[in-house]
């Protein structure tokens, strides 16, 4: 599994400041509508888990002193500026039930062929 330190974030810092700094803001939704945990993670490591990670993919998050077993659930990419605006992340508990997406990469696929004569 893969592993980001975290820090919780406060909510009174604006997150274009914190992305000027170097740092990704992101968040932690649950299944409910109960409250949002607001986090905060350096640009690279949140790079490096990209590279091995998607959309739906499962990482642990660890603040100081808890850790928090999550998917991804959304990530805002700005596409002029080639950064990560914010990833909103699903907390997953065991037992229960998660709609999510699934990538699948198809390897030493051939060119299409045609199986059929006319």
């Known amino acids: ?39 905060q993670a350096t640009e690279s490591e949140i790079m490096r888990m990209l590279k091995t990670k998607g959309k739906g993919g499962s990482v642990l998050l660890k603040c100081n002193d808890e850790s928090h077993h999550v998917i991804i659930q959304e990530i805002a990419h700005n596409q002029l500026m080639d950064t990560i605006e914010h990833i909103a992340f699903l907390k997953v508990r065991e037992g229960e039930y998660v709609n999510s997406v699934a990538r699948v990469v198809f390897k030493n696929r051939t060119s299409y062929k045609k199986w059929y004569t006319d």
């Not at 980001?4 to 406060?10: F, H, S, Y």
């Open 1 to 39: 599994m893969y592993t980001i330190n975290i820090e919780k974030r406060d909510s009174k810092i604006k997150a274009g400041k914190l992305r000027k700094n170097g740092i990704t803001p992101c968040s932690i939704y649950e299944g409910g509508l109960s409250e949002v945990i607001l986090i």
